[in-house]
C-alpha cells in the first residue's frame, strides 16, 4: 500500500501457495539486489575524498542510505508477514517510527539536490559559497527534522489516546496501528497531499529557470544547464513514484470492492513499482549516468583497491 506500510500483508494469501512463493521470491531478488547496488555506490562514495567534499555527491549518498536503510526494514517486515510472526503493538511502533521517518527522506532529499542544481546553473558565481559541506550537512539535518516531525506527531496521539492494554496486542506491522482516530487519519492524508503540492512547486520551478538558462546560455554553459534539466526530468519520474503511494491505497480500495483477485495483482505491481523500482532510480540518475563516479564504481567493482 503506501510506503509507510507497503509491507502490510505483502504476501498474498490467497489460495494458490505457489504464486506466494514467486511472488515473494521476486521480491526479495528485487529487494536485496537494489541493496547491494545502494552498499557498493555507498562504498565508492566513502572510498574518494573528491566525492565527500561534494554537495551533489553527499545528498546522493544520503539517498541511498536512506532508500537501503528504507529497503532492509520493509524485508524484515515482509518476512515476519510471510511467516505469519505477530509482534506486540508497542515494538511494531519502533519499526513504523524508523520507516515513517526513512521514507520522507528520499523526497525531501531529492528536492534538495534538485535545488543544489538551480544553484549550480543558475548561479555559478555563489554555487561554491552557497554549496558548502557546513552547509549540506545542515541540509540533510532539517531534512532528518522535517521528516520526524509528523512520525512524532502520530507517536504522541497514539499514546495519548490508546488504552495501555492496545500496546501489547499482537499484529502485523503496519503504519496504520498508529493513526487510531479518523481525523487522525484525515490530518496523515492532508499533509501527505501539501508536502507533494510544495515539492512539484519545488521541482516545477527549478526545472523553468534551468530551462531558461539552457536557452540563454552557450557551448559548455549550455550543455551543463541541458544535462541539469535532464537529471530535474529524472528526479522528477523518482519522485512521482515515490508519491504515487499517496493514491494507491484509495484506488486499490475501489479495486477490491470489484475484483478481489485483481485488487492482489494490483497490490503486488504497487509494491514493486512504486517500493522498490521507485529507490532503484538513484543509482541509475547520478551512479551510473555522472562519468566521474561511474569510472569510480566500476574500478571498485573490478575488485581493485
Not at 492482489?264 to 563516479?293: C, E, N, W
Request: glycine share 2%; with cysteine; proline share 3%.
Amino acid at each position: 500500500m503506501d510506503q509507510n506500510s507497503s509491507s502490510k500483508d505483502l504476501v498474498l494469501l490467497d489460495r494458490d501457495h505457489n504464486l506466494v512463493m514467486v511472488r515473494t521470491v521476486i521480491g526479495q531478488m528485487l529487494m536485496w539486489f537494489f541493496i547491494y547496488v545502494d552498499i557498493l555506490m555507498l562504498f565508492t562514495f566513502f572510498s574518494k575524498q573528491a566525492f565527500r567534499s561534494d554537495t551533489r555527491y553527499i545528498l546522493f549518498a544520503h539517498t541511498l542510505l536512506t532508500d537501503c536503510l528504507l529497503l532492509l526494514l520493509i524485508d524484515l517486515v515482509v518476512l515476519l508477514t510471510h511467516f505469519s510472526v505477530l509482534v506486540p503493538v508497542g515494538r511494531c511502533i519502533v519499526l513504523c517510527i524508523l520507516m515513517g521517518i526513512v521514507v520522507k527522506n528520499t523526497p525531501y532529499t531529492i528536492t534538495a539536490m534538485c535545488l543544489e542544481r538551480y544553484v549550480a546553473i543558475c548561479m555559478p558565481l555563489r554555487h561554491a559559497s552557497i554549496s558548502t559541506t557546513g552547509r549540506t550537512m545542515a541540509a540533510i539535518a532539517i531534512i532528518w527534522a522535517f521528516s520526524s516531525i509528523r512520525v512524532i506527531m502520530d507517536l504522541i496521539i497514539v499514546t495519548v489516546t490508546a488504552p495501555p492494554e492496545f500496546f501489547a496486542v499482537p499484529t502485523f506491522c503496519h503504519y496504520e496501528i498508529m493513526l487510531v482516530t479518523e481525523w487522525q487519519r484525515l490530518m496523515f492524508v492532508t499533509l501527505n497531499q501539501m508536502d507533494f503540492g510544495i515539492i512539484l512547486i519545488i521541482i516545477l520551478f527549478c526545472y523553468t529557470k534551468i530551462m531558461l538558462a539552457a536557452q540563454a546560455a552557450s557551448g559548455e554553459n549550455k550543455e551543463s544547464a541541458s544535462k541539469g534539466r535532464r537529471t530535474l526530468l529524472f528526479h522528477s519520474l523518482q519522485l512521482i513514484l515515490c508519491m504515487a503511494d499517496l493514491w494507491v491505497p484509495y484506488l486499490l480500495s475501489i479495486v477490491l470492492q470489484h475484483s478481489p483477485h485483481l485488487f492482489l495483482h494490483m497490490r503486488f505491481f504497487s509494491f514493486i513499482a512504486f517500493t522498490i523500482v521507485s529507490r532503484a532510480l538513484s543509482p541509475l540518475i547520478y551512479g551510473f549516468r555522472d562519468k566521474q563516479f561511474c569510472l569510480a564504481l566500476k574500478y571498485y567493482m573490478s575488485c581493485k583497491v
